[in-house]
T-cell receptor, first 113, second 111 residues
Framework: EPEVTQTPSHQVTQMGQEVILRCVPI?????FYWYRQILGQKVEFLVS????????KSEIFDDQFSVERPDGSNFTLKIRSTKLEDSAMYFC???????????FGEGSRLTVL | TQLLEQSPQFLSIQEGENLTVYCNSS?????LQWYRQEPGEGPVLLVT?????EVKKLKRLTFQFGDARKDSSLHITAAQPGDTGLYLC???????????FGTGTRLTIIP
């Protein structure tokens, strides 16, 4: 069964460093998303991406964050100058249609020290 | 900010009992989804309800969307230890792509 894959599964970084979280969405999906879940808190929307551009973003997704689809398969989330409060589980998701079923990856745990 | 409040936050019951989890909001959703999340994994979609008053069954799980499309419930009949997990509701608003997730209900079924 096709699945969304994310790497790394866990990344530890020093405050102020840049991190890139990678995702390979399901191959025939057209809509891509990043969500995050801070430990003990609810899942929060960060950004949606369609047709090689951001279609919607939340207040959390400020200039510190960026997304890119550098090739036909990867979808990346870059976090610049990481802060302690960026520590969270970051989930990538994809769907075939705009309001279609979302398939989530297993997440990338980011720990900022 | 549109909030989805789930209740109860934690629920621990004996195997074989029935339970209901609630998801409530003051805003109207175009659709509402229920997910289950295991530790260290991403949410997995259980069901999507779209029509006000809609009821969907998935084996022992029954999902209902409120008539006004502001709330939903998940009822589990004869709970099994395998039902243990974090249950999340998530709503989608008209014209928006993003999902607003609920606060979650952590369910533990005791054998």
């Amino acid at each position: 069964e096709p699945e969304v894959t994310q790497t790394p599964s866990h990344q530890v970084t020093q405050m102020g460093q840049e991190v890139i979280l990678r995702c390979v969405p399901i191959s025939n999906h057209l809509y891509f998303y990043w969500y995050r879940q801070i430990l003990g808190q609810k899942v929060e929307f960060l950004v949606s991406f369609y047709n090689n551009e951001i279609s919607e973003k939340s207040e959390i997704f400020d200039d510190q964050f960026s997304v890119e689809r550098p090739d036909g398969s990867n979808f990346t989330l870059k976090i610049r100058s990481t802060k302690l409060e960026d520590s969270a589980m970051y989930f990538c998701a994809s769907s075939r249609e705009s309001s279609g079923e979302l398939f989530f990856g297993e997440g990338s745990r980011l720990t900022v020290l | 900010t549109q909030l989805l409040e789930q209740s109860p936050q934690f629920l621990s019951i004996q195997e074989g009992e029935n339970l209901t989890v609630y998801c409530n909001s003051s805003s109207v959703f175009s659709s509402l989804q229920w997910y289950r999340q295991e530790p260290g994994e991403g949410p997995v979609l259980l069901v999507t309800v779209v029509t006000g008053g809609e009821v969907k069954k998935l084996k022992r799980l029954t999902f209902q969307f409120g008539d006004a499309r502001k709330d939903s419930s998940l009822h589990i009949t004869a709970a099994q230890p395998g039902d243990t997990g974090l249950y999340l509701c998530a709503g989608e608003h008209f014209g928006n792509e993003k999902l607003t997730f609920g606060t979650g209900t952590r369910l533990t079924i005791i054998p």
